[in-house]
């Protein structure tokens, strides 16, 4: 549906957008998720027109978008500041885009009830925006973005401006509308876990460069360098050294400690690496107790946050070199608290250990799913 080959777009020095590949299936929800100036919207305003590529092309169902002005691609757009007009009401909001795009206007009382009702605000049609609550606004803006029927809803960071109880709502209610509608959608946040709520799929950007594409879970159980693997989940990091390696696992020695790691990485005996253990994955517990896991390393409980459904430990470890491991508890009700100050003992899994090259990132652009190459 939407298909995007060797993007650039450069600013003076910044490059904005370096060499970006990637598609997207149709009725596929996929966001562009990184931090703060990685390029997201530089790509977004591309794709809707609104900025064009240096190098590169854009397809959306199968035409090249060189020449198609903003206007006249079929996209819908929820930003993260609401273009409401204040003096019309939600119903007028909505019927709008039916208006400017000549819509019989027999047909548009239907589609204005039809797509409010979507939304979940057929009693409030009468309502200008200053009378409606965040939440219901952000609706009316949904709305009037699927009304006429786009072959693609883009979508810019629409729930930051949200408390978060009332974003984590809408980022269900986004996904149910999506897929009632089965429209095509991509979506930039900076917010991990909205990418991995309501995604299909997800890209990692950080520099202009993309990182990984993937669907959330293989995203989350493979990342493929240590920017994805920090970025997405709570990740703490430390170096070490190959010493011996198999197909199966990777035997590493950091600090005064020897470990396994996931195999498969082809390291080579004698290369430095950055070790990757996620919080959830670290088992904590008493020194004196039975073996659970492959790894296990003594440490010193430095901070401990009660969280409600889990407890957040922050655990020094002097044999890794004073890294501190951020582990979680999911079950702080049936299992033993630690106290600061107490030793304790941190155990993982070797498929848990993640051994990625040290060293800056790879300029990687992966695909899950490749697709053919682009002819002009
Ligand atoms: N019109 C412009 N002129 C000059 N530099 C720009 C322009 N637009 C973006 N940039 C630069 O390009 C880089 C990418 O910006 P972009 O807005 O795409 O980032 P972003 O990931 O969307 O960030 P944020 O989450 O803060 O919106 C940044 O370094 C930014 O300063």
């Given at each position: ?16 957008v370096s060499n970006a590949t990637l ?9 562009v ?6 390029g997201?919207?530089?790509l ?159 890209v990692v950007m950080e520099?202009g460069v993309i990182q990984q594409a ?149 300029a990687v652009t992966t695909e ?9």
């Open positions: 549906m939407v298909e995007i080959a060797g993007v650039s777009r450069v600013f003076g020095t910044v490059a904005a598609h997207v299936d149709r009725g596929d929800f996929l966001t998720v990184g931090p703060s100036g990685c997201k919207t530089t977004l305003r591309m794709i809707a027109g609104f900025d064009r590529p240096d190098a590169g092309e854009i397809r959306i169902g199968g035409v090249r978008m060189d020449r198609v002005p903003a206007w006249q691609r079929s996209i819908g757009m929820v930003f993260q500041k609401l273009a409401l007009f204040p003096h019309m009401t939600a119903a007028e909001n909505v019927a709008y885009p039916l208006k400017m795009r000549r819509f019989d206007p027999a047909r548009i009382p239907g589609l204005v009830d039809d797509y409010l009702a979507l939304v979940r605000l057929a009693e409030f049609k009468d309502r200008r925006p200053h009378e409606l609550s965040g939440g219901q606004q952000q609706r009316v803006a949904i709305a009037r973005a699927l009304v006429f029927g786009p072959d693609l809803l883009l979508l810019d960071e629409p729930l930051s401006a949200l408390d978060r109880k009332l974003r984590e709502d809408m980022q269900l209610e986004f996904r149910r509308i999506q897929q009632e509608l089965g429209v095509t959608t991509i979506n930039v946040t900076h917010d991990q876990r909205e990418a991995l709520v309501m995604s299909d799929r997800i520099g993937d669907d959330p879970v293989s995203l989350y159980r493979r990342p493929e360098n240590p920017f994805v693997a920090r970025f997405i989940g709570v990740t703490s990091m430390f170096p070490g050294r190959v010493t011996a390696e198999t197909p199966e696992a990777v035997t590493v020695t950091a600090g005064e400690a020897t470990l396994k790691a996931r195999g498969g990485a082809a390291l080579g005996a004698g290369a430095a690496v950055e070790c990757a253990i996620r919080a959830e994955q670290i088992a904590i517990g008493p020194r004196d107790g039975a073996p659970r896991f492959e790894n296990a390393v003594d440490g010193i409980v430095r901070q401990r946050i009660f969280e409600g459904e889990r407890m957040v430990y922050a655990v020094e470890v002097p044999g890794l070199g004073g890294a501190v491991l951020n582990v979680f508890d999911h079950d702080p009700v049936s299992h033993s608290v630690y106290d600061e100050a107490q030793p304790v003992r941190l155990e993982w899994a070797a498929r848990d250990l993640i051994a990625f090259p040290a060293g800056p990132a790879p899950h799913k490749p697709t053919g190459s682009l002819t002009t």
